[in-house]
């Protein structure tokens, strides 16, 4: 009997596997990694751009429409990815610098492997016990399918106490310690 019923479900799992993956191609992917270290917060994003959606993600990225992103048309697009953040910590709101960059070129986001890499930088409080952040990502919300995670380096003064998300991960609640 077990004979049979393997090869059934391993036929059903390679059946449903390509709707599991359908997201990367009608939706905008957003994953972001909060990294927590003393004093400092260093927020990483990498935005993958499914290609249905890339057409219309384009019109807003290359403001002149010749096919090629340019660095002041990437920094624009970096500082509205920016603009459509919200950060607090301990109750205060923060505004995260954006401190790197890098784009792919179009023919590979067409080709549905590219993705554009973003690093922000901001100031954590240093001192007392218990602390938390909030970061909402509200950037193409019509399109996006966010993913939100914390890092903290082993051996670090700080540790996580907590972790809340909203359904859909666009919003990120941590809570943590310092030592």
Do not use: C, W
């Amino acid at each position: 009997m077990m004979q049979r019923v393997l090869p059934a479900a391993l036929s059903l799992l390679l059946i449903a596997q390509p709707a599991a993956f359908a997201h990367a191609i009608d939706e905008y992917v957003q994953r972001t990694v909060v990294s927590l270290d003393a004093g400092q917060m260093h927020i990483a994003m990498r935005l993958v751009p499914g290609v249905e959606v890339l057409d219309d993600l384009l019109r807003r990225i290359d403001a002149d429409a010749d096919g090629v992103l340019s660095a002041t048309e990437q920094r624009v697009y970096a500082q509205r990815v920016l603009g459509d953040i919200a950060l607090q910590i301990d109750g205060q709101p923060v505004e995260p610098v954006l401190v790197d960059l890098d784009f792919p070129s179009i023919e590979r986001m067409r080709e549905g492997l590219g993705e554009i890499r973003l690093a922000f930088n901001a100031s954590v409080r240093r001192g007392g016990k218990g602390h938390e952040f909030v970061l909402e990502n509200h950037h193409e919300a019509r399109v996006s399918a966010y993913l939100a995670n914390v890092s903290v380096a082993p051996g670090s003064a700080i540790h996580v106490t907590a972790q809340t998300r909203n359904r859909d991960q666009s919003s990120y609640r941590v809570a943590y310690t310092t030592e």
